[in-house]
């Protein structure tokens, strides 16, 4: 049971390139979530999905768009990637019961030079 | 404006003894809470969680607190141990499942 699973680790891009970060469970969760990371600022919550075919902006949304694929996979894209978006993202998932809180997954460094 | 106040960045203490971590928050709408463990290069994994109709609830060596009149949230870890060295997060939630996370603490437990 592999849980939550980002791809890839790591990544370097230029300003105004553009990629996609992938994430994927295998509980069969409703909601899933993307989360960045920055020194002394903690997780800060950039779009979530309710369920499959809903997505919501979070706290930090600009400069990021999502895609639910399906009820397994919740990507997150950089259209043009900016310096200020170097960062650690996690994504997370969650069973429409509150249960013992978000499973996540190893995360993504991404660096933009 | 800070909803969830980990004030504390750093926290060291000897093997053995008790680590007590602190979380504040300013909503009184948030009736979930949560710590997240982080290690270096892993996901934040779930430790421990109460809801707000309970003042206390204990796992093992770990112990979580709430004081909804002071909006304060407290985790005790006894006794310590080194591999309990990590960054902590606490995290609340309302009626939308959301979390909302503190800006953790790193705590150092000393052999």
């Known amino acids: 049971n592999a849980g939550v699973t980002q791809t890839p680790k790591f990544q370097v891009l230029k300003t105004g390139q553009s990629m996609t970060l992938q994430c994927a469970q295998d509980m069969n969760h409703n909601s899933m979530y993307w989360y960045r990371q920055d020194p002394g600022m903690g997780l800060r919550l950039i779009y979530y999905?309710?369920?499959?075919?809903?997505?919501d902006k979070g706290e930090v949304p600009n400069g990021y768009n999502v895609s639910r694929l399906n009820k397994r996979e919740f990507s997150l894209r950089l259209e043009s990637a900016a310096p200020s978006q170097t960062s650690v993202y996690f994504c997370?998932?969650?069973?429409?019961?509150?249960?013992?809180?978000?499973?996540f997954g190893s995360g993504t460094r991404l660096t933009v030079v | 404006d800070q909803q969830v106040k980990q004030n504390s960045p750093s926290l060291s203490v000897q093997e053995g003894r008790i680590s007590i971590l602190n979380c504040d928050y300013t909503n009184s709408m948030f009736d979930y809470f949560l710590w997240y463990k982080k290690y270096p290069a892993e996901g934040p994994t779930f430790l421990i969680s109460i809801s707000s109709i309970k003042d206390k609830n204990e796992d093992g060596r770990f112990t979580v607190f709430l004081n909804k009149s002071a909006k304060h949230l407290s985790l005790h870890i006894v006794p310590s141990q080194p591999g309990d060295s990590a960054v902590y997060f606490c995290a609340l939630t309302g009626a939308n499942s959301k979390l909302t996370f503190g800006k953790g603490i790193t705590l150092s437990v000393r052999p």
């Open positions: 997370a998932s969650l069973l429409g019961l509150f249960v013992g809180g978000y499973t």
């Open positions: 999905s309710a369920s499959e075919g809903t997505t």
